[in-house]
């Protein structure tokens, strides 16, 4: 089991909630409410994604893979559960290239506006 998430490369096709470079970092998920119930919605949010192509997860990480819409590049995405600091440390990489055009960082965004969303409707 994963107890962290790896750091991300020079390139700035990377971001990571445990980078504490600033081109790299994006901030965590925070965790509004019941650690459980937001694990199950964040990983519920990953597999309906259009552009997942495969989700593996268990109680504390989640590895998925996403395919870029036009080019049809996989990207890696990492998840790990803090539930000591109540967040979701999170890493979204490009496996190929060095510029992303923000797609990495985006794809974070789109993710938490969704969870944000999701668990507003929840409480």
């Given at each position: 089991?994963?107890?962290?998430?790896?750091?991300?490369?020079?390139?700035?096709?990377?971001?990571?909630?445990l980078n504490?470079?600033?081109?790299?970092?994006?901030?965590?998920?925070?965790?509004?409410?019941?650690?459980?119930?937001?694990?199950?919605?964040?990983?519920?949010?990953?597999?309906?994604?259009?552009?997942?192509i495969?989700?593996?997860?268990?109680?504390?990480?989640?590895?998925?893979?996403?395919?870029?819409?036009?080019?049809?590049?996989?990207?890696?995405?990492?998840?790990?559960?803090?539930?000591?600091?109540?967040v979701?440390?999170?890493?979204?990489?490009s496996?190929?290239?060095?510029?992303?055009l923000g797609?990495?960082?985006?794809r974070?965004?789109?993710?938490?506006?969704?969870?944000?969303?999701?668990?507003?409707?929840?409480?």
């Amino acid at each position: 089991m994963c107890q962290t998430l790896l750091p991300c490369p020079q390139s700035p096709n990377c971001v990571c909630s445990l980078n504490s470079d600033t081109a790299h970092f994006i901030e965590p998920i925070t965790i509004p409410n019941e650690i459980e119930m937001a694990w199950e919605i964040w990983t519920d949010l990953i597999r309906s994604q259009c552009h997942a192509i495969s989700v593996s997860s268990d109680e504390l990480h989640i590895q998925a893979v996403f395919r870029t819409p036009v080019f049809r590049f996989k990207d890696d995405v990492e998840c790990l559960l803090d539930t000591e600091n109540k967040v979701i440390h999170v890493r979204s990489a490009s496996r190929v290239g060095y510029w992303d055009l923000g797609a990495n960082r985006k794809r974070i965004e789109r993710l938490r506006s969704a969870y944000k969303q999701a668990t507003t409707i929840k409480e």
